[in-house]
């Protein structure tokens, strides 16, 4: 256990770690991080228990089982020119040499002194990994404290390896470069230029310069089994081996293995804090297109409003011109009949009200009905245009965005956001296929009529401005009557008659005035009610989807704020554990 060699820095360091990485795993359940993730760094806070843990990783021609016997001093695993090892194998100390399968992995005991000190895992070749074994690999490299990567000195730095470094380089882990099978160069110098070749190429992709070992494991496990002396040192000499041995049991000393040890689920937290850092990043910057969306749709509404009440003010002055000019025609009429030369024919008042319906009237309250169902029928085919404004603005942007790889690194950001767009599309996409128009023109039309039709405009013409000149008739031909009988027609008629013309003008003016009012109250109500039913559903169709947006920016600011937290922790932690070099 690395409990035996820890001092009280140690220690401390130990339960600072301990401390902070429990913290990370509550952030990653409560953002929902995938089990893999979680399931990762539960094992390499798990593995601070454990014994120093060596993953041995290359191809499989690169003679990684040969290395692994060599450094066991033992043939253990199978070596061949062809994949030998097609599974994971994991070498631990035993009192007695036993092998079993546990979990998919080949656990092989040894009483072996260096498998007292550490752990090793034999991984299957980069170029040769079965895909049961891919996930299984995945899981092992993040838990290791070193990584020995073996590339072969006549195939160094190939394509697989290349990729799996790539892969595994995120993690932070210490990789030991072990460059294999320099006994098939003849040449010193040839043996430098491909070392240096290695180490170049690792330090552009890891970022860092590589410790690299050049060795022959087939002659240094070949030393450790001859019999003779003299042919012991001259095999041990030729492989090299006693400098990546030395490093392995001596310069890895506990203080060295305890640093690692520290260290290793550290880099695992890093990573993963940041990889998650970058998802809400992505998510919030994914929301605020979201929100500039939903602003967007506010903005039309506000406009789509605005463009009605525009419309609305124009249409109804189609209909006040139809007042405008029925007022023309009564004062037309009055200065035609109200005078001295048809006063017998006022006293005909059925004749008189014949003849306004008939002059002045005429055919103006279908001319309204006329105008009202005009707007009836416009009001309600912009109401259809912005529903499927709505849907081909919903449209787009899942068109927009269906590539954005969001919420694949665990919770349901991404399933919620494109259902919430599916629902908000649907139902604008429902309404608009299921759209009536002479189902809602008609809808619109009764709630119009009850408010107008009776009292203003279908029976103007006999409750209305009829009844005006009835009783400017009535009044009209009585006084008519009395002159005459008085016999004073020619002195009285020329004062009276454009005294009651005068008046039955004015009373004409203010019954249309009352007209107008009353006309447009009634067309005002139905017509703001309508506009309002219509921006509320559709703000009904996206109350959910604002809902998430709002509730989701919320949840990922403090995700994001508790991401940054902890990785400045395990920054400061990172700096006080390498200080122990």
Known sequence: MVQRILNDEHEAL??????????????????????????????AVARLDELFLVVVAGEFNAGKSAFVNALLGKKILAEGPTPTTSR???????AESKQKTEGGIEVIEEPLPILSEIHLVDTPGTNAIEREHEAITRRFVPN??????????????????????????????????????VDTILEEEDVQRVEAYVADNAKKLLGRAPVVFPVSARQALAAKVAVDDAERDELAAASRFAALEEYVVSTLDEAERVRLKLSSPLGVGEHLAERYREVVGGRLELLADDLAALDDVESQLAGYREDLEREFTYRLADVEKVLSEVENRGVEFFDDTLRLGRVFDLLNRNRIKNEYTRRVLADAPRQIEAKVQGIIDWLVSAELRQWQAVVDHVSKRKDRYADRIVGQTGGSFDYDRARLLETVGGTARRTVEGFDHDAEAQRLADSVQGAVAGAAVLEVSAVGLGATIAAVATSTAADVTGILAATTLAVLGLAVIPAKRAKAK???????????????????QPFEAEVDRSLSRLREAIAP????VRAEQEKLDDQKKTLAELTGQLDELRGRIERLA
């Open 88 to 94: 994971i194998h994991l070498l631990r100390w035993g």
């Open 14 to 43: 130990l339960a600072e770690e301990r401390r902070l990485l429990g913290d990370l795993r509550a952030a990653l359940a409560r953002f929902d991080a995938t089990e893999e993730d979680q399931q990762t760094l539960a094992d």
């Open 506 to 524: 004015k009373e004409l003016r203010a019954q249309i005035a009352d007209l107008r009012r009353d006309l447009l109250n009634a067309l005002h």
């Open 545 to 548: 989807y604002t809902r998430f």
């Open 144 to 181: 290791s404290d070193l990584v020995l990567f073996v590339t072969s000195a006549d195939r160094p730095f190939t394509e697989s390896e290349r990729a799996f470094l790539e892969q595994i380089r995120d993690w932070g882990k210490k990789v030991v470069f072990v460059l294999n099978k």
